[in-house]
């Protein structure tokens, strides 16, 4: 029997116009998806007794011992949901409540407490009280049974002006096997691919998300969302609405599939531009709810595959709505401060061009080289040293302004071939100081040289 539909569990609701056209285009969708469910014929009188037996679905599985299964009455008036005294099921999974008293407005469930997975029936959809049924699995970890049978992705809304696009998704998820997933939330190492996940277009916003599931936990993350109801065998829908804005005229989204898809279609509304994808067929005009789509259909992805689909041709806003909402938005001060911050920044560099200009006009001057003349040798030696390292540090200089782009070929030369001129003249004049210090010195040596060689010719003389 299928399990009872969990509590809706929203984020956000959209603008209630975009709502309405969600139910009445989803209802339609969920008619391709799955085949209808007959209506529950409501039984000519209440019983006074219930009666059922817990099984486990899952091959060699058995049904715990002293399991718990509860009787709520469920007051759908009043909202409430009261717990009568629960009972326990005997050896062979049978159970019963007896002794019970009818009241008008007033439905019974019963639930089987088997922890994170308790799969209930509601009684107002079943004819024979005596022969309840309620099947419960032995849990798993892993998603390898997980797949999706269907995803259906619509956009039923666009507003041109703003640039967004109301997209309503039904997914079909199927689980394969004869286990019920329920993920290990208390595992430190948890990860997101550790739960059932689903990615969804950049910048999307106003999620909402309703699930067949049974109740769990959704996880909004930047990439989509996860969740962390259990999955029991068999299928179940998940419908989510979302907004997303497109630039130019549309936008595209990579679509992950960790477990692989059966059938995914994608609807766009006629005139709302175009749909292409890998392995996707050709545009068809269908009619949901009277209204016409164009939809593209594939088939047979593979788990971990990804599918990029481009929608492109989308509207967009008017010339007047455009300008209208230009100035109603006062983005134009934004602009005009732009456009007034431009210009300040080029009167500032034509003025620092201008004055670099001027200044490559003139050249450098050549240091103050007087004073060196009367210094003592070592420190007129040290003093330039020092001017001329200024010197080669600004033609370094002027090499890396040039590698920057600071300096037009022509400027660059013009000021390059200056300053080795006059680096040269520096070292000729410098040179020219050492000289001349030297010569007073040369014409000492050669007195005292001749003086020994005078001394030496009248000693000889004596000793004759």
């Known amino acids: 029997m299928k399990h009872s539909r969990s509590p809706i569990i929203n ?88 002794n019970l008293i009818p009241s008008p407005g007033i439905t019974s469930r019963v639930v089987a407490n088997a922890g994170k997975f ?10 024979d009280w005596s022969n309840v049924r309620l099947t419960i699995y032995d849990e798993t970890k892993s998603l390898e049974d997980i797949t999706l049978s269907s995803y259906v992705m619509m956009i039923p809304t666009i507003d041109a002006r703003s640039r967004q ?51 769990g936990n959704i996880l909004q993350i930047n990439t989509g969302f996860a969740m962390t109801s259990p999955i029991p065998p068999g299928e179940a829908a998940i419908l989510m609405s979302y907004i997303i804005p497109y630039s130019g005229d549309g936008f595209e989204f990579t679509l992950k599939l960790p477990y692989g898809l059966d059938q995914l279609r994608m609807l766009l509304p006629d005139g709302g531009g175009t749909i292409s994808g890998q392995g996707l067929g050709a545009i068809e005009s269908v009619v949901v709810a009277e209204n016409v789509f164009n939809s593209v259909e594939g088939n047979d992805y593979p788990a971990g595959d ?128 050492d000289r001349v210090e030297s010569e007073p010195e040369e014409a000492e040596s050669d007195k005292s040289e001749s003086d020994v060689s005078t001394e030496d010719e009248n000693s000889e003389e004596t000793e004759k």
């Open 11 to 98: 984020y956000k609701l959209l603008a209630w116009p975009f709502r309405l056209i969600a139910i009445l285009l989803i209802s339609t969708a969920l008619v391709w998806l799955s085949p209808g469910e007959p209506p529950a014929a409501n039984a000519q009188s209440t019983p006074s007794e219930i009666k059922g037996i817990v099984v486990n679905g899952t091959e060699g599985g058995v049904v715990p011992a002293g399991l718990e299964v509860l009787l709520l009455t469920v007051d759908d008036a009043a909202g409430q949901i009261i717990e009568q005294a629960p009972t326990t099921v005997n050896a062979e999974g049978i159970f019963s409540f007896g």
């Open 118 to 127: 308790t799969p209930s029936v509601d009684l107002a959809n079943v004819d």
């Open 165 to 215: 696009a109301g997209i309503l998704t039904v997914i079909n998820v199927n689980n394969t096997g004869d286990m019920v997933w329920i993920p290990d939330l208390d595992d430190a190492g948890l990860t997101g691919l550790d739960l059932l996940r689903f990615n969804l277009p950049d910048g999307f916003s106003d999620l909402s998300v309703e699930s067949e599931l049974p109740a």
């Open 306 to 433: 990804e599918i990029v689909v481009a929608f492109s041709g989308m509207p967009q806003p008017t010339i007047l709505q455009s300008a209208s909402d230009f100035f109603r938005g006062r983005t134009y001060v934004i602009v005009i401060i732009w456009v007034v911050g431009l210009a300040l920044l080029g009167i500032l560099g034509y003025a620092m061009y201008s004055s670099r200009r001027e200044a490559v006009g003139r050249g450098i001057e050549m240091p103050d080289l007087d004073d060196l003349r009367g210094m003592d040798p070592e420190a007129r030696r040290a003093q330039t040293a020092r001017l001329r390292e200024m010197m080669v540090g600004e033609l370094a200089d002027l090499d890396d302004e040039f590698e920057a782009g600071d300096y037009e070929e022509d400027d660059y030369q013009e000021h390059r071939r200056e300053l080795i001129r006059l680096l040269r003249e520096f070292d000729e004049i410098t040179s020219s100081y």
